[in-house]
């Protein structure tokens, strides 16, 4: 088994949270966002803060997020806030499972959820207008879970302690 630092973290700050969401939100605005492979930030941003602060980030939070995505792609109504709702109640869910992994067994726990937001998307796209956008759509979902131990490292940097020496301490 590998031997990893233990960090105490501090308390998170709900204004990084409310910035790093709106950040992500931005992100997705890019122009880039209709090329394939490029994650969807904000699905990737919600599940980890579903995943490290549940009581801070549920349902309500992605619902909202969701409903602000689909005015900014001009979708249906409700496609991303369905997709994004769901995601952050199995994030919920799993959440004090996926804790308990190392940083690529906690992406292949990511994957699953975030695979099932884009299917949840494709079906509601595929019901109102029936075009399907082809099998490289789902890599997504693979970009975004190899990107999460890089959007772990960035979210939990500033809640992180500087390793102290003090070896008369407890803690």
């Given amino acids: 088994m590998m031997d990893r ?32 492979g490029v994650p969807d930030f904000v699905a990737l941003v919600l599940v980890f803060w579903s995943i490290h602060q549940p009581r801070k980030v549920g349902i309500g939070i992605a619902f909202l997020m969701g409903l602000l ?20 109640y199995f994030a919920i869910m799993i959440h004090r499972r996926v804790l ?38 789902f890599t997504e979902s693979v970009v975004a879970a190899a990107l999460w131990p890089v959007a772990t490292w960035a979210l939990l940097a500033p809640q992180r302690r500087a390793i102290d020496r003090d070896d008369t301490r407890p803690i």
């Fill in 5 to 36: 630092p233990h960090y105490i973290l501090l308390p998170v700050n709900p204004l990084f949270i409310a910035a790093t969401v709106i950040g992500a939100f931005l992100m997705n605005l890019l122009p880039w966002g209709q090329w394939i």
């Fill in 69 to 88: 995505m689909d005015v900014h792609d001009a979708n249906l109504l409700g496609q991303h806030a369905l997709a994004y709702t769901l995601l952050s």
């Fill in 100 to 137: 308990w992994f190392p940083m690529t067994t906690q992406a292949l726990h990511i994957f699953p959820l975030l695979l099932l937001a884009q299917i949840v998307q494709l079906v509601v796209r595929l019901a109102v207008s029936g075009k399907f956008p082809g099998w490289l759509y």
